[in-house]
């Protein structure tokens, strides 16, 4: 009578050798209810603070921002799919983070160049006091615009916008102003 034969050891062969032949990358599969977890968190974070960008050192939010981060790595090794990339792209996500940090220094440039217009109407000038308690940031800001056209780093667009106000590029005493420490 002839005796039977175990596959087990071909079975197990073959499966080890059809692992290895699995391709390194995974095709693109549709949203993982996961993924969509997080892009609503990350839809409410931006209703909530304006912006896709979330910082990995926030408290309360580093794991948004290490997920967020994981989106701009995916999508640059290809393994985002076009639909998430869409998605992402229609909640207004930044892929490259230095485009959004110009984008937010022409804000915050815009918003204080706003402050000095409101500030020079009030006044009928632009030396800001130092000692200007609930002016202080403004203060600030007047001398690091100083000191940035003094050093070339201030645009020909800003400075114009600034000329434009009647700005003081010297650290002049205001004539009305009862100040001891000019800017």
Not at 8 to 22: E, G, H
């Amino acid at each position: 009578m002839p005796t039977r034969q175990s596959t087990t050891p071909v079975r197990s062969v073959a499966i080890k050798q059809a692992r290895r032949l699995r391709p390194v990358r995974p095709l693109p599969v549709p949203p993982s209810r996961i993924w969509r977890r997080r892009l609503e968190e990350l839809a409410a974070f931006k209703q909530m603070y304006g912006t896709c960008c979330v910082s990995t050192l926030s408290k309360s939010h580093a794991s948004l921002g290490n997920w967020v981060r994981t989106q701009r790595s995916r999508r640059r090794s290809g393994q985002l799919t076009d639909e998430q990339i869409r998605i992402l792209d229609k909640l207004g996500f930044v892929w490259d983070m230095q485009d959004e940090l110009l984008q937010r220094n022409q804000a915050n440039w815009d918003s204080m160049h706003e402050a000095l217009a409101a500030y020079q109407r009030a006044h009928g000038h632009c030396r800001v006091p130092r000692s200007a308690g609930n002016q202080s940031r403004l203060a600030h800001w007047v001398i690091t615009q100083r000191c940035a056209r003094r050093k070339g780093n201030l645009s020909a667009e800003r400075i114009r916008r600034l000329d434009e106000l009647g700005f003081s590029w010297g650290e002049t005493t205001p004539a009305n102003s009862d100040s001891t420490i000019p800017v």
